[in-house]
Protein backbone atom coordinates (compact mmCIF):
# COMPACT_ATOMS: atom_id res chain seq x y z
CA UNK A 1 0.00 0.00 0.00
CA UNK A 2 1.26 3.30 -1.04
CA UNK A 3 2.05 6.07 1.52
CA UNK A 4 -0.48 8.05 0.31
CA UNK A 5 -3.22 5.18 0.33
CA UNK A 6 -2.36 4.97 3.74
CA UNK A 7 -2.59 8.25 4.65
CA UNK A 8 -5.58 8.28 3.22
CA UNK A 9 -7.10 5.38 5.28
CA UNK A 10 -5.58 6.71 8.29
CA UNK A 11 -8.03 9.49 8.16
CA UNK A 12 -10.44 7.76 7.01
CA UNK A 13 -10.16 5.62 10.18
CA UNK A 14 -10.20 8.91 12.46
CA UNK A 15 -13.10 10.27 10.92
CA UNK A 16 -15.02 6.65 11.77
CA UNK A 17 -13.67 6.83 15.13
CA UNK A 18 -14.79 10.11 16.36
CA UNK A 19 -18.05 9.29 14.55
CA UNK A 20 -18.86 6.44 16.53
CA UNK A 21 -17.28 8.13 19.63
CA UNK A 22 -20.29 8.67 21.72
CA UNK A 23 -21.37 5.17 21.50
CA UNK A 24 -19.22 2.25 19.57
CA UNK A 25 -15.76 2.81 21.29
CA UNK A 26 -17.84 2.48 24.95
CA UNK A 27 -18.78 -0.50 24.16
CA UNK A 28 -15.16 -1.55 22.87
CA UNK A 29 -14.12 -0.46 25.87
CA UNK A 30 -16.45 -2.46 28.40
CA UNK A 31 -15.39 -5.49 25.59
CA UNK A 32 -11.96 -5.05 26.45
CA UNK A 33 -11.90 -5.18 29.71
CA UNK A 34 -12.38 -8.92 30.08
CA UNK A 35 -9.72 -9.19 28.21
CA UNK A 36 -7.10 -7.18 31.00
CA UNK A 37 -9.19 -6.55 33.88
CA UNK A 38 -10.65 -9.12 36.60
CA UNK A 39 -11.61 -6.67 39.38
CA UNK A 40 -13.79 -4.01 37.95
CA UNK A 41 -17.48 -3.82 38.46
CA UNK A 42 -19.28 -2.93 35.44
CA UNK A 43 -21.20 -0.03 35.16
CA UNK A 44 -24.59 0.63 33.71
CA UNK A 45 -23.73 2.27 30.40
CA UNK A 46 -24.90 5.70 29.03
CA UNK A 47 -25.10 4.46 25.44
CA UNK A 48 -27.08 2.61 22.61
CA UNK A 49 -25.54 -0.83 23.03
CA UNK A 50 -24.62 -2.07 19.21
CA UNK A 51 -24.15 -6.49 18.66
CA UNK A 52 -22.20 -7.74 16.83
CA UNK A 53 -19.16 -5.61 16.44
CA UNK A 54 -15.98 -7.43 15.83
CA UNK A 55 -13.65 -6.90 18.32
CA UNK A 56 -9.79 -7.39 17.88
CA UNK A 57 -6.19 -7.66 19.89
CA UNK A 58 -3.60 -8.80 18.48
CA UNK A 59 0.06 -8.98 18.90
CA UNK A 60 2.87 -9.44 16.75
CA UNK A 61 6.12 -9.91 18.77
CA UNK A 62 9.93 -11.17 18.17
CA UNK A 63 9.03 -13.35 21.53
CA UNK A 64 8.22 -16.49 20.87
CA UNK A 65 5.14 -17.68 22.27
CA UNK A 66 4.10 -14.19 22.24
CA UNK A 67 2.10 -13.59 18.90
CA UNK A 68 -1.52 -14.23 19.37
CA UNK A 69 -4.98 -13.27 17.47
CA UNK A 70 -8.07 -12.33 19.32
CA UNK A 71 -11.42 -12.05 17.16
CA UNK A 72 -14.50 -11.75 19.76
CA UNK A 73 -18.26 -10.22 18.36
CA UNK A 74 -20.26 -8.24 21.01
CA UNK A 75 -23.92 -9.34 22.39
CA UNK A 76 -26.56 -8.73 24.49
CA UNK A 77 -27.44 -11.81 27.20
CA UNK A 78 -29.63 -10.86 29.78
CA UNK A 79 -29.85 -8.18 29.74
CA UNK A 80 -25.58 -7.92 30.03
CA UNK A 81 -23.20 -6.73 27.79
CA UNK A 82 -21.01 -9.21 26.50
CA UNK A 83 -18.54 -10.81 24.01
CA UNK A 84 -17.81 -14.41 22.70
CA UNK A 85 -14.78 -15.38 20.84
CA UNK A 86 -15.29 -16.11 16.79
CA UNK A 87 -14.71 -19.31 15.90
CA UNK A 88 -13.50 -20.48 12.60
CA UNK A 89 -11.91 -17.46 10.97
CA UNK A 90 -9.18 -17.52 8.82
CA UNK A 91 -6.57 -15.38 10.24
CA UNK A 92 -2.94 -14.40 8.54
CA UNK A 93 -0.23 -12.24 9.47
CA UNK A 94 1.65 -11.09 6.22
CA UNK A 95 4.83 -9.70 5.66
CA UNK A 96 4.32 -6.79 4.23
CA UNK A 97 7.68 -6.38 2.24
CA UNK A 98 8.53 -10.02 1.20
CA UNK A 99 4.26 -11.35 1.24
CA UNK A 100 5.25 -14.28 3.46
CA UNK A 101 2.46 -15.47 4.55
CA UNK A 102 1.97 -17.45 8.33
CA UNK A 103 -1.51 -18.64 9.12
CA UNK A 104 -2.68 -18.82 12.46
CA UNK A 105 -4.41 -22.16 14.00
CA UNK A 106 -7.60 -21.58 16.33
CA UNK A 107 -6.71 -22.87 20.05
CA UNK A 108 -9.73 -22.06 22.86
CA UNK A 109 -10.60 -18.50 22.76
CA UNK A 110 -7.54 -17.36 20.69
CA UNK A 111 -5.65 -17.64 17.43
CA UNK A 112 -1.84 -18.85 17.51
CA UNK A 113 1.28 -19.14 15.71
CA UNK A 114 3.88 -22.31 16.16
CA UNK A 115 5.61 -21.53 19.77
CA UNK A 116 8.71 -20.63 18.04
CA UNK A 117 7.59 -18.17 15.60
CA UNK A 118 8.70 -14.59 15.79
CA UNK A 119 8.98 -11.23 14.02
CA UNK A 120 12.44 -9.73 13.02
CA UNK A 121 12.94 -6.29 14.01
CA UNK A 122 12.97 -4.00 11.24
CA UNK A 123 10.37 -5.98 9.53
CA UNK A 124 6.90 -5.05 8.56
CA UNK A 125 3.62 -6.90 8.81
CA UNK A 126 0.09 -6.48 8.63
CA UNK A 127 -2.99 -8.58 10.00
CA UNK A 128 -5.51 -10.04 7.84
CA UNK A 129 -9.01 -11.75 9.06
CA UNK A 130 -11.42 -13.50 6.91
CA UNK A 131 -14.85 -14.08 9.40
CA UNK A 132 -16.72 -17.22 8.76
CA UNK A 133 -19.72 -15.05 7.17
CA UNK A 134 -17.11 -13.35 4.04
CA UNK A 135 -16.08 -10.11 5.74
CA UNK A 136 -12.64 -9.57 5.13
CA UNK A 137 -10.84 -6.82 7.77
CA UNK A 138 -7.22 -5.82 7.53
CA UNK A 139 -4.77 -3.76 9.61
CA UNK A 140 -2.43 -0.99 8.21
CA UNK A 141 1.07 -2.14 8.64
CA UNK A 142 3.75 -2.14 11.75
CA UNK A 143 7.43 -1.79 11.41
CA UNK A 144 8.89 -3.87 14.36
CA UNK A 145 11.04 -1.51 16.74
CA UNK A 146 14.16 -2.28 17.77
CA UNK A 147 14.63 -4.13 21.00
CA UNK A 148 15.55 -3.29 24.13
CA UNK A 149 17.09 -6.05 26.55
CA UNK A 150 16.26 -6.40 30.39
CA UNK A 151 19.07 -6.28 32.42
CA UNK A 152 17.79 -7.23 35.63
CA UNK A 153 14.67 -8.53 37.38
CA UNK A 154 13.30 -8.93 40.73
CA UNK A 155 9.58 -9.53 42.67
CA UNK A 156 8.59 -7.70 46.43
CA UNK A 157 5.81 -9.83 48.31
CA UNK A 158 2.82 -6.58 49.06
CA UNK A 159 -0.38 -7.74 51.65
CA UNK A 160 -2.20 -5.06 50.24
CA UNK A 161 -0.71 -5.23 46.31
CA UNK A 162 -3.50 -3.86 44.25
CA UNK A 163 -7.31 -2.58 45.60
CA UNK A 164 -9.95 -5.06 43.85
CA UNK A 165 -13.40 -3.63 43.57
CA UNK A 166 -15.55 -6.90 43.87
CA UNK A 167 -14.10 -7.69 46.96
CA UNK A 168 -13.95 -4.09 48.09
CA UNK A 169 -10.55 -4.46 50.16
CA UNK A 170 -6.79 -4.93 48.74
CA UNK A 171 -5.38 -7.97 48.03
CA UNK A 172 -1.82 -9.75 48.34
CA UNK A 173 0.55 -10.26 45.70
CA UNK A 174 3.89 -10.06 44.37
CA UNK A 175 5.03 -6.90 42.98
CA UNK A 176 7.74 -7.40 39.35
CA UNK A 177 10.39 -4.77 38.82
CA UNK A 178 12.74 -4.60 36.33
CA UNK A 179 15.78 -2.73 35.76
CA UNK A 180 17.38 -1.62 32.05
CA UNK A 181 19.15 1.15 29.96
CA UNK A 182 17.02 3.43 28.07
CA UNK A 183 18.53 3.67 24.30
CA UNK A 184 19.57 7.51 24.04
CA UNK A 185 19.05 7.52 19.69
CA UNK A 186 15.44 7.10 19.47
CA UNK A 187 12.22 7.64 21.49
CA UNK A 188 10.97 4.59 23.44
CA UNK A 189 7.43 3.12 24.04
CA UNK A 190 6.92 0.11 26.16
CA UNK A 191 4.24 -2.52 26.61
CA UNK A 192 4.92 -4.86 29.64
CA UNK A 193 3.67 -8.48 30.10
CA UNK A 194 4.33 -11.12 32.13
CA UNK A 195 3.16 -14.90 31.78
CA UNK A 196 3.27 -16.51 35.17
CA UNK A 197 3.62 -20.93 35.09
CA UNK A 198 2.66 -22.73 38.31
CA UNK A 199 2.65 -26.58 38.05
CA UNK A 200 -0.84 -28.03 37.79
CA UNK A 201 -1.81 -30.43 40.42
CA UNK A 202 -5.44 -30.59 38.87
CA UNK A 203 -5.94 -30.52 35.11
CA UNK A 204 -9.89 -31.10 35.44
CA UNK A 205 -12.13 -30.38 38.17
CA UNK A 206 -16.16 -31.07 37.78
CA UNK A 207 -18.66 -29.47 39.56
CA UNK A 208 -22.08 -31.37 40.22
CA UNK A 209 -20.74 -34.03 37.71
CA UNK A 210 -17.82 -36.37 36.82
CA UNK A 211 -15.00 -36.71 34.02
CA UNK A 212 -16.52 -39.34 31.44
CA UNK A 213 -14.42 -39.15 27.71
CA UNK A 214 -12.88 -35.56 28.64
CA UNK A 215 -15.88 -34.29 29.41
CA UNK A 216 -17.82 -33.71 32.77
CA UNK A 217 -21.17 -35.33 32.65
CA UNK A 218 -23.78 -33.89 35.02
CA UNK A 219 -24.58 -35.80 38.33
CA UNK A 220 -26.92 -33.05 39.69
CA UNK A 221 -29.58 -35.62 40.02
CA UNK A 222 -27.30 -38.14 41.82
CA UNK A 223 -27.90 -37.49 45.63
CA UNK A 224 -24.89 -39.54 46.21
CA UNK A 225 -22.47 -37.34 44.15
CA UNK A 226 -20.35 -35.16 45.80
CA UNK A 227 -20.70 -31.45 44.82
CA UNK A 228 -17.32 -31.55 42.51
CA UNK A 229 -14.32 -34.07 41.61
CA UNK A 230 -11.06 -33.40 41.05
CA UNK A 231 -8.73 -35.30 38.23
CA UNK A 232 -4.79 -35.10 38.56
CA UNK A 233 -2.88 -34.11 35.52
CA UNK A 234 -1.55 -37.45 33.62
CA UNK A 235 1.94 -35.88 33.27
CA UNK A 236 3.43 -33.10 34.06
CA UNK A 237 1.46 -29.91 33.60
CA UNK A 238 1.73 -26.18 33.49
CA UNK A 239 -0.87 -23.84 34.52
CA UNK A 240 0.10 -20.09 32.85
CA UNK A 241 -1.79 -16.98 33.50
CA UNK A 242 -1.34 -13.13 32.22
CA UNK A 243 -1.46 -9.97 33.62
CA UNK A 244 -4.76 -8.42 34.15
CA UNK A 245 -3.79 -4.83 33.79
CA UNK A 246 -2.36 -2.37 31.38
CA UNK A 247 1.80 -1.74 32.13
CA UNK A 248 2.86 1.22 29.89
CA UNK A 249 6.00 3.59 29.81
CA UNK A 250 7.69 5.91 27.82
CA UNK A 251 10.87 7.72 27.78
CA UNK A 252 9.67 11.19 27.57
CA UNK A 253 11.10 12.44 30.52
CA UNK A 254 14.45 9.08 30.71
CA UNK A 255 15.80 9.13 27.44
CA UNK A 256 18.99 7.22 27.99
CA UNK A 257 18.98 6.62 31.69
CA UNK A 258 18.89 3.63 33.51
CA UNK A 259 16.08 2.71 34.53
CA UNK A 260 15.87 1.25 38.15
CA UNK A 261 13.23 -1.27 39.83
CA UNK A 262 10.15 -0.50 37.52
CA UNK A 263 7.68 -2.00 38.63
CA UNK A 264 5.49 -3.54 35.31
CA UNK A 265 3.25 -6.60 37.03
CA UNK A 266 1.44 -7.47 39.79
CA UNK A 267 0.72 -11.26 39.99
CA UNK A 268 -2.19 -11.86 42.74
CA UNK A 269 -1.91 -14.22 45.40
CA UNK A 270 -4.10 -17.17 43.76
CA UNK A 271 -2.34 -19.89 44.81
CA UNK A 272 0.75 -20.93 47.00
CA UNK A 273 2.01 -23.01 44.06
CA UNK A 274 5.65 -21.66 43.19
CA UNK A 275 5.52 -19.93 40.24
CA UNK A 276 7.67 -19.02 37.27
CA UNK A 277 7.17 -15.41 36.11
CA UNK A 278 8.74 -14.33 33.15
CA UNK A 279 8.38 -10.83 32.04
CA UNK A 280 8.24 -9.57 28.12
CA UNK A 281 9.18 -6.59 27.40
CA UNK A 282 7.32 -5.18 24.16
CA UNK A 283 8.93 -2.20 22.37
CA UNK A 284 5.67 -0.81 20.51
CA UNK A 285 5.08 2.29 18.33
CA UNK A 286 4.16 5.39 19.49
CA UNK A 287 0.46 5.30 17.67
CA UNK A 288 0.05 1.83 19.69
CA UNK A 289 1.52 3.40 23.17
CA UNK A 290 -1.17 6.12 22.38
CA UNK A 291 -4.01 3.90 22.11
CA UNK A 292 -3.43 1.46 24.70
CA UNK A 293 -2.55 4.69 26.89
CA UNK A 294 -6.20 6.16 26.58
CA UNK A 295 -7.92 2.52 26.93
CA UNK A 296 -5.83 2.61 30.08
CA UNK A 297 -6.79 6.18 31.31
CA UNK A 298 -10.10 5.51 31.11
CA UNK A 299 -9.89 2.12 33.28
CA UNK A 300 -7.89 3.54 35.71
CA UNK A 301 -10.48 6.46 36.31
CA UNK A 302 -12.42 7.04 39.08
CA UNK A 303 -15.54 7.98 37.37
CA UNK A 304 -15.76 4.33 35.57
CA UNK A 305 -16.20 3.84 31.77
CA UNK A 306 -18.53 6.27 31.25
CA UNK A 307 -15.98 8.79 31.96
CA UNK A 308 -15.48 11.28 28.88
CA UNK A 309 -12.59 9.64 26.74
CA UNK A 310 -9.09 11.79 27.23
CA UNK A 311 -8.59 11.37 23.73
CA UNK A 312 -9.74 9.19 20.41
CA UNK A 313 -9.39 5.83 20.22
CA UNK A 314 -8.11 5.16 17.32
CA UNK A 315 -7.29 1.21 16.02
CA UNK A 316 -5.48 0.46 12.68
CA UNK A 317 -8.35 -1.94 11.21
CA UNK A 318 -11.03 -1.78 8.36
CA UNK A 319 -13.16 -3.84 6.22
CA UNK A 320 -11.46 -3.71 3.15
CA UNK A 321 -14.35 -3.90 1.18
CA UNK A 322 -16.82 -0.93 3.26
CA UNK A 323 -14.84 1.41 5.60
CA UNK A 324 -18.36 1.81 6.85
CA UNK A 325 -18.05 -1.24 8.57
CA UNK A 326 -16.46 -0.03 12.19
CA UNK A 327 -14.10 -2.95 13.71
CA UNK A 328 -12.35 -1.87 16.89
CA UNK A 329 -9.35 -3.12 18.44
CA UNK A 330 -5.64 -3.32 16.77
CA UNK A 331 -3.18 -4.96 15.59
CA UNK A 332 0.53 -4.54 16.85
CA UNK A 333 4.26 -5.49 15.89
CA UNK A 334 6.34 -5.71 18.75
CA UNK A 335 10.12 -6.24 19.46
CA UNK A 336 10.52 -7.80 22.86
CA UNK A 337 13.05 -9.00 25.55
CA UNK A 338 11.92 -11.49 28.38
CA UNK A 339 13.39 -12.09 31.86
CA UNK A 340 12.21 -15.02 34.29
CA UNK A 341 12.47 -15.01 38.08
CA UNK A 342 11.05 -17.95 40.54
CA UNK A 343 9.06 -16.82 42.97
CA UNK A 344 8.91 -18.79 46.36
CA UNK A 345 5.02 -18.80 47.99
CA UNK A 346 5.07 -21.54 50.12
CA UNK A 347 5.69 -19.99 53.54
CA UNK A 348 2.98 -16.94 52.86
CA UNK A 349 0.56 -16.77 55.22
CA UNK A 350 -2.02 -14.94 53.98
CA UNK A 351 -5.11 -16.23 52.25
CA UNK A 352 -5.18 -17.03 48.85
CA UNK A 353 -7.49 -14.72 46.31
CA UNK A 354 -9.99 -16.63 45.62
CA UNK A 355 -11.26 -20.56 46.50
CA UNK A 356 -9.13 -23.51 47.14
CA UNK A 357 -10.42 -27.00 46.14
CA UNK A 358 -8.82 -29.91 48.06
CA UNK A 359 -8.69 -32.77 46.70
CA UNK A 360 -11.47 -35.06 46.03
CA UNK A 361 -11.31 -37.87 44.29
CA UNK A 362 -13.38 -40.21 42.87
CA UNK A 363 -13.86 -43.85 44.90
CA UNK A 364 -14.27 -47.06 43.41
CA UNK A 365 -17.70 -48.44 44.20
CA UNK A 366 -19.77 -44.94 44.47
CA UNK A 367 -22.54 -45.19 42.61
CA UNK A 368 -20.89 -43.16 39.23
CA UNK A 369 -21.14 -43.45 35.72
CA UNK A 370 -18.25 -46.17 34.50
CA UNK A 371 -15.16 -46.08 33.98
CA UNK A 372 -14.72 -44.50 37.14
CA UNK A 373 -11.51 -41.92 36.28
CA UNK A 374 -8.91 -40.59 38.60
CA UNK A 375 -7.12 -38.37 36.07
CA UNK A 376 -7.38 -35.97 33.11
CA UNK A 377 -4.74 -34.76 30.38
CA UNK A 378 -2.74 -31.92 30.12
CA UNK A 379 -4.50 -29.64 27.19
CA UNK A 380 -1.91 -27.56 25.43
CA UNK A 381 -3.15 -24.34 24.89
CA UNK A 382 -1.90 -20.60 25.72
CA UNK A 383 -3.02 -21.18 29.13
CA UNK A 384 -1.75 -24.41 29.63
CA UNK A 385 1.66 -26.23 28.56
CA UNK A 386 2.94 -29.85 29.36
CA UNK A 387 6.46 -28.50 28.57
CA UNK A 388 8.69 -27.33 31.38
CA UNK A 389 9.44 -23.79 31.22
CA UNK A 390 13.10 -23.88 30.41
CA UNK A 391 14.52 -21.51 33.38
CA UNK A 392 12.08 -23.55 35.72
CA UNK A 393 14.45 -24.86 38.55
CA UNK A 394 15.07 -28.64 39.16
Not at 128 to 148: F, H
Not at 203 to 232: H, M, W
Request: some cysteine; glycine content about 4%; charged content about 25%.
Amino acid sequence: MSYFKKEKLKNKLHLISFAFKNKILTVYLLSLATFFYSCIDPVPPQFDFKEDLVIVDAIASSVPGNTFVSVKKTFIEFGEYKSKFISGCKVTLINSVTKEEIMLSEDEDSYLVSPDFRVDEGSEWELEIITPSGKTYKSLSEIVPSRVPIDLISDTYNKEMTFDVSKGKYIPGHEIRIDFQEPEATSNFYYFQYRAFEQQTYCQICFYGVLRFGECISQIDNPAAKDYYTYICDEPCWKISYNQEISLFDDAFTNGKMISKLLVGKVPLNSKQNMLVEIVQLNITEEAHKYYKTIKDIVDNNSGFNAPLPSALIGNLFNQNDLEDPVLGRFTAASGSSKSIFVKRGSIDDKIVGEYRQSQTEIFGDPLPSPITYDSPCIVGRNQTNQKPLTWPE
